[in-house]
Structure formats: structure tokens, C-alpha cells
């Protein structure tokens, strides 16, 4: 099933019932709500105005009882994008997202996908597709041997993954 990039994906986003897990792979996305914040850090600026109803989103959530967690892969070399993504994160982790980072190589020993993906509640997959606004679309899947492929897949970045404020202690947020 394909889920739009718009509102279809900002639904699967609220509508999880327990938990929602992201592999982030990519080294740059291109959302254009981040170019002007983006080229603000670049400038010695952190502007996060555009993470405000994000933030918010998250702490209801986890004020719920559900659980917000990702992994991002660290490029080699490491992107401009992921530099400006690092000082922003204890924005998340603040809110209550879990986030965890893992080294390119580490991440490509554990032969995981080259995509990004969501895992729901732990049965349902979204595959993520992107295009120049960002997330073009959504592949969605229940099919247990995806789910399950997947979740092995969660499983081991997890494990091999280290918390923000372990990789990154010096980083504060704005």
C-alpha cells in the first residue's frame, strides 16, 4: 500500500498505538522547511522555530505512553546535513525521542538497508521515499516476513547504536 508524503505520512505519524522506530540512513534529506534554519546554523545561528510543532508532537506522545526512537548512520565523511542535525538533536532527546547514532561502516557490517524506514508498533513497515520536497511517499507493509525482517534489522542497529548524549556529551541544545 503507498501512502502519500503530505498528510497521508503526518497520519501514520499520530496514529501509531505504542511505538514508532526509525532508520535513518541518508546523509542529506531535502525538506525545504530546513533550507533557511539550516543556512541560519550556517551563518552561527540555531534557529529550531521550525521544530516547534515536531517537539510538541513528541511530548504528547510520550506523555501518552508511546515511544518515539531512532537510529541515524553517521556518513564518512560526515555530511554538512548531519553536522546541523547532531546540534540539534538534544532539542529531540529533550521532548523524549530516543535517538541513537551509528558509524557508516558499522552500520553496513550489520547489512542493513541503504533506506529509510519506520517500524509501527512493531507490525507494520513504512518504507520511506523521498523526491526534492522531502518525503514523496510511503510503502506500507504488514506482510510478517517484512515486519519481521525488519525488526531484525531494528534489533541490531539498536544494539549496536550509542545513545546521543553518549556519542555526543559536549552537545547542547540551544
Keep these: 500500500m503507498w501512502v502519500d508524503g503530505g498528510e497521508g505520512f503526518a497520519e501514520l505519524l499520530r496514529g501509531f498505538e505504542r511505538s514508532a522506530w526509525r532508520w ?5 534529506y531535502p525538506d525545504p522547511a530546513e533550507r533557511e534554519p539550516m543556512q541560519a546554523w550556517r551563518d552561527g545561528r540555531l534557529d529550531a522555530e521550525f521544530m516547534t510543532e515536531w517537539l510538541a508532537q513528541i511530548r ?3 506523555a501518552a505512553g508511546q515511544v518515539f526512537e531512532r537510529v541515524r548512520m553517521l556518513t564518512e565523511p560526515l555530511t554538512e546535513y548531519l553536522r546541523w542535525m547532531i546540534s540539534l538533536t538534544p532539542l529531540n ?3 523524549g525521542e530516543d535517538i541513537r547514532w551509528i558509524a557508516e561502516r ?7 538497508p541503504a533506506y529509510d524506514f519506520y517500524l509501527f508498533d512493531d507490525r507494520i513497515v513504512a518504507r520511506l521515499h523521498f523526491d ?4 514523496a511517499g510511503v510503502e506500507l507493509s504488514d506482510e510478517p516476513g517484512t515486519v519481521a525482517e525488519h525488526r531484525r534489522w531494528r534489533n541490531q542497529l539498536w544494539r549496536a547504536a550509542t545513545p546521543h548524549d553518549e556519542k555526543f556529551a559536549a552537545t547542547r541544545s540551544p
Excluded: H, P, S, Y
Excluded at 24 to 28: F, I, L, R, S, W
Excluded at 132 to 135: K, L, N, R
Design 24 to 28: 535513518e540512513c541518508q546523509g542529506t
Design 60 to 62: 504528547r506522545l510520550r
Design 93 to 95: 532527546v529533550e521532548a
Design 106 to 112: 558499522d552500520a553496513r557490517q550489520l547489512d542493513v
Design 132 to 135: 526534492e520536497t522531502g518525503v
